[in-house]
């Protein structure tokens, strides 16, 4: 096991840059997940940590180690691919045993791991079986098999889960979770599904366009995310954003929204600002008839309600644009219908409309 | 082509007529292509005299013409000098064309393009250009009348690299970054990984080969003068010039000659028909 330092690391090809000098350390035994949109640097940054792309600038630590110059072999990691890499004509056995290529165990030895690995990840029945009879999520099972059965000081996942189907893919999450809380393995997964980077993390590393925008743990993220950006990310359905001005009583959402109250809210000091206001859906608390004990009041009429069985979700059209709100399951909802949501004031996250960073 | 589902009944209770043209069609292109084939083999069961009398079926067949062949040492020798030929030349292609073809297909480096074009390019000129050139090289260099001078324009093809590359291109790079990751080196990564994702193409590159140079004539021919060293096709002209043209004993050993290509053709019946639909397709 081991600590991965990234110093400045950053990856140009000619002139176009697409990692810029990203700062990040993975502690030993961590599962850090980098996620964002496709585009955004992420697998270039776990390919450098790899050694399959050379490193354009900054320095790479493994377990102390520089390790910019070294060959992927003798970085002592592993990892699993997108589409599992295992090979067809190989069987199963074959290809976890294909993780011990340089090792210098005996033969006997050599089983005993593929054994062991297999028990591991209930693979055994099909030890002599070809990955053309097997499931995806056996396949899945067999790539991370070859990854573990040599002891690596760290696994990279590069989105593992994406060729699996929902379900699998739900259960699979589950099983790499439950794998690294017995392992206690230092681990890097890439995504860009934030549901996954949420459940599997122990801290977050949000990218965008070669950056890291937000480093912490899936609810700190959550709670307090630093720009609309991440904000909009994390999150589903992903949070609300209102276009406002700073007033001595509170914001502004402009004349053509009067549904919107944001008035009596605590006082600011920074009136005429514009900003953006962010509103998770799970914040909003559908209202009755009379009801009207929040601050922030906001009223629509419903395009659309989404059942998901214990809520419902509603897309709901304002004077201007349009939010999406949780609302009861046993709330009846019908296009057309005048909807009112109240909110708390400290569940709106103000951000800068120019920086777009959070502003407090 | 299209199914026709609204009409399911036709199918099963009449022929089409355009299935009627296709098997006419066909079967015409059948007759064709058995004539001379049955030809060749009535031919070689007739004795010297009945060969001018045109008849399918010999009056009188006989396998004397097979034991005179068989018995008579040059045809063994030129026999197993195609066989050894055809073998060595096929092995080499297999390593060097989809060695060569795993480069320029797997890896970026500078004037990768350019070297691909050239070999490409190769292959628009004719083997009757080439042969000049070949000859003035093998006899510069002392390979006239030897195995290697008949062997060494076939060892590396540029077809075969063409083939092959197409395929590599289709191997995952992850299978390779996989194995590079588990600490292979480059070469075991292209021996142990790659080629065994290939094993099709690299089967229709095989036959391909074989068949090329076992009925292969110009070449042979130009670069040979010692009747030992003959092959089989070059072996068999040479009943025609010798003496008088002895059509039954050249129509026996031209019998014998498809045997191996018969063999290997229907053991690699439906690796043969997807190389060729693969190449055609990618191509």
């Known amino acids: ?360 | 082509m299209v199914d026709q589902p609204a009409q399911p009944a036709r199918r099963h209770s009449n022929i089409r007529p355009g299935r009627i043209v296709a098997w006419t069609v066909l079967f015409l292109g059948g007759v064709v292509m058995m004539t001379p084939l049955l030809f060749m083999f009535s031919t070689s069961l007739k004795s010297a005299g009945q060969v001018y009398d045109l008849k399918l079926i010999p009056t009188d067949p006989s396998f004397a013409n097979y034991i005179k062949v068989l018995s008579d040492g040059r045809f063994s020798r030129w026999f197993l000098n195609s066989v050894g030929i055809a073998t060595i030349v096929t092995l080499s292609c297999l390593f060097f064309d989809s060695l060569v073809a795993y480069t320029l297909a797997k890896f970026r480096f500078p004037g990768r393009q350019v070297v691909f074009l050239a070999i490409l390019s190769t292959l628009m000129i004719p083997t009757e250009m080439l042969v000049i050139p070949w000859y003035l090289m093998a006899s510069k260099l002392g390979w006239v009348d030897t195995y290697w001078g008949i062997m060494f324009p076939g060892l590396i093809t540029a077809f075969g690299v063409f083939l092959m590359k197409q395929f590599f291109e289709t191997v995952p790079d992850d299978f390779l970054e996989a194995a590079r990751i588990d600490g292979l080196n480059e070469f075991a990564i292209w021996w142990k990984v790659a080629l065994p994702l290939v094993t099709p193409a690299l089967s229709a590159l095989a036959i391909f080969t074989f068949l090329g140079n076992w009925t292969a004539f110009f070449w042979p021919l130009i670069v040979t003068t010692d009747s030992a060293l003959y092959t089989l096709p070059v072996g068999l002209s040479s009943f025609a010039v010798e003496q008088s043209i002895q059509w039954e004993l050249i129509m026996t050993g031209a019998s014998l000659a498809t045997i191996p290509t018969l063999m290997i053709f229907l053991f690699f019946q439906r690796y043969i028909v997807r190389g060729v639909m693969l190449a055609g397709v990618k191509g």
């Open chain 1, 1 to 360: 096991m081991a600590r991965i330092e990234l110093d400045k690391i950053s990856k140009r090809y000619g002139n176009i840059a697409t990692v810029h000098g990203i700062d990040l350390t993975i502690e030993d035994g961590e599962f850090v997940v980098l996620v964002g949109p496709s585009g955004c640097g992420k697998s270039t940054t776990l390919r450098m940590i790899a050694g399959l792309e050379a490193i354009s600038g900054g320095t790479l630590r493994i377990g102390g180690e520089v390790v910019n110059n070294h060959e992927p072999k003798h970085r002592n990691i592993a990892m699993v691919f997108q589409n599992y890499a295992i090979y067809p004509h190989l069987t199963v056995a074959q290809n976890i045993g294909f993780g011990l290529y340089t090792s210098k165990l005996s033969k006997a030895e050599k089983q005993a791991r593929i054994g062991e690995t297999a028990k591991m990840l209930g693979l055994e029945p099909y030890l002599e079986r070809r990955p053309a009879a097997l499931s995806g999520g056996q396949r899945q099972r067999v790539a991370i098999g070859r990854a573990m059965v040599r002891d690596p000081v760290a696994f990279l996942f590069d989105e593992p889960l994406s060729n699996l189907d929902a379900q699998l893919r739900g259960q699979m999450r589950l099983e790499i979770k439950q794998l690294h809380q017995r392992l206690r393995s230092t681990i890097v997964f890439v995504t860009h599904d934030q549901v996954e980077a949420m459940s599997l993390a122990d801290r977050i590393v949000v990218m965008r366009e070669g950056r890291i925008l937000q480093v912490g743990a899936p609810m700190e993220l959550y709670n307090r995310p630093v720009d609309i950006f991440t904000a909009r990310f994390i999150g589903t359905p992903e949070m609300n954003m209102i276009d406002a001005t700073v007033t001595n009583a509170g914001f502004d959402a402009g004349p053509n929204n009067p549904a919107l109250r944001l008035t009596s809210l605590p006082a600011r000091t920074d009136a005429g600002r514009a900003v953006v206001l962010g509103i998770r859906p799970q914040e909003l608390t559908l209202l009755t008839d009379g009801q009207d004990d929040f601050p922030i009041r906001i009223e629509g009429k419903v395009r659309v309600a989404e059942p998901q069985g214990p809520e419902t979700f509603v897309l709901v059209d304002l004077p201007t644009g349009h939010i999406v709100a949780r609302a009861p399951a046993a709330a009846i909802l019908r296009p057309g219908d005048s909807v009112a949501f109240g909110a708390h004031p400290d569940s709106l996250r103000i951000f800068d409309k120019a920086s777009e960073r959070l502003v407090a």
